[in-house]
């Protein structure tokens, strides 16, 4: 007789201990699922939200930037941005910057308003003249009398 409840127990702990494995496996599918389910949820939400652009950043002429306000005027920022397949806050930018666009543009010129912005304006341009006077009395202009003719003016 203890032979038999010696089997009958070990065919019980077999059979729980099935049912445990078993167990265990749904709980780590439903884990499984729970975070499939959860990384489809963020990407869903990452595709809802508005990209930033990926394209690469460039440059345009003047003459092309020239083009695009012309178009915005008559057709509308937005439509002009379409058009042109452009960003419709640029075109802003640019019809509003296109009122200091000089008629006469140089050749090789790609941006408008890029370099150094001047700290002593009217100095400058006494300088810029100074060196225009020297270069014509075919007198040499270097780094050290450019600099101490500048520190003249300003004073």
Do not use: C
């Not at 090789?108 to 400058?124: D, H, I, L, N, Q």
């Amino acid at each position: 007789m203890v032979a038999k409840t010696t089997k009958h127990r070990r065919v019980r702990q077999a059979a729980k201990y099935e049912q445990d494995k078993l167990a265990v496996k749904r709980r780590r599918v439903r884990q499984a699922t729970k975070y499939e389910q959860a990384k489809l949820a963020a990407k869903r939400r990452q595709s809802k939200r508005k990209k930033a652009s990926t394209s690469k950043r460039s440059s345009y002429s003047i003459e092309q930037k020239k083009q695009v306000v012309t178009y915005a005027k008559s057709n509308g920022r937005n439509e002009a941005a379409r058009h042109f397949q452009l960003n419709g806050s640029m075109v802003g930018r640019w019809i509003k910057a296109s009122e200091n666009w000089t008629t006469e543009t140089r050749r090789y010129t790609m941006k408008v308003g890029s370099g150094r912005k001047a700290f002593y304006p009217e100095a400058e341009k006494k300088l810029y003249n100074w060196i225009i006077e020297q270069r014509k009395r075919e007198l040499a202009v270097t780094y050290t009398t450019v600099k101490i003719t500048m520190f003249d003016i300003l004073e």
